[in-house]
């Protein structure tokens, strides 16, 4: 299976609130897992990512919680910002037999001034 | 500037008139690919390219070709459009061991009618 399950599909959260994205893969042949982000009229980019080797991982506000077992990760946006709202991608890498980037359906978030 | 540019940006056409997208990259990446982008169904790989001359199938390849001539340029080709192609088409760029790294074009808005 080379799917990348993602929850919710939308997303309104609090300005200053923890807004958490979820996802969920199959196949363990996937190598990195990234988050990307994309604002209305632009192509999505790549905010962080994760290999599986790590747990977590955090660039300022935004976190990647990473669990290997569950074959789970999840992107948290501490102290979220109006700025912060966008769609967000999570995706799944692979490299060796059949080299793609395989994408969530995205989760749309809304922060609240 | 390091980046991918596509071309058209917006596009309004009939059913049956072929048309091609233009991308192009200056960051010298071996691997392009070309996306859709549909509510509700996230983005999905129509075609990629690993380099010059190599080119395969993503998820979604019906109605669309592809060619790779230049390691710059990977141009897309609607023969024959039909209405259900009508979508937001990104194409991106990566070095070919960092897929998870993938810069994205501003996008192509494809009506077809």
């Known amino acids: 299976q080379q799917q990348v399950k993602q929850s919710p599909q939308s997303l309104i959260v609090q300005k200053g609130g923890i807004s958490i994205i979820n996802c969920a893969y199959e196949n363990t042949a996937f190598d990195y897992f990234p988050w990307y982000q994309q604002f209305p009229g632009k192509g999505p980019a790549l905010l962080i990512a994760?290999?599986?080797?790590?747990s977590e991982k955090k660039e300022g506000r935004f976190t990647i919680s990473f669990n290997k077992s569950a074959k789970q990760f999840s992107l948290h946006i501490m102290d979220s910002q109006p700025g912060d709202s966008a769609t967000y991608f999570c995706?799944?890498?692979?490299?060796?037999?059949?080299?793609?980037?395989?994408f969530g359906k995205g989760t749309k978030l809304t922060v609240n001034p | 500037e390091a980046q991918v540019t596509q071309n058209p940006r917006y596009l309004i056409t009939v059913t049956g008139k072929k048309l091609t997208v233009t991308c192009s990259q200056n960051?010298?990446?071996?691997?392009m690919s070309w996306y859709r982008q549909d509510p509700g169904l996230g983005l999905r790989q129509i075609y990629y390219?690993?380099?010059?001359?190599?080119?395969d199938k993503g998820d979604v390849p019906e109605g669309y070709k592809v060619s790779r001539k230049e390691k710059r340029n990977f141009p897309l080709i609607l023969e024959s459009p039909s209405p259900n192609q009508t979508s937001l088409y990104f194409c991106?760029?990566?070095?070919?061991?960092?897929?998870?790294?993938?810069?994205f074009g501003p996008g192509t808005r494809l009506t077809v009618t």
């Open positions: 994760i290999r599986p080797d790590v």
């Open positions: 995706a799944a890498s692979m490299y060796g037999g059949s080299e793609k980037l395989v």
């Open positions: 991106a760029s990566s070095l070919v061991g960092q897929l998870y790294e993938q810069y």
């Open positions: 960051m010298n990446h071996e691997y």
């Open positions: 390219s690993m380099n010059v001359e190599v080119t």
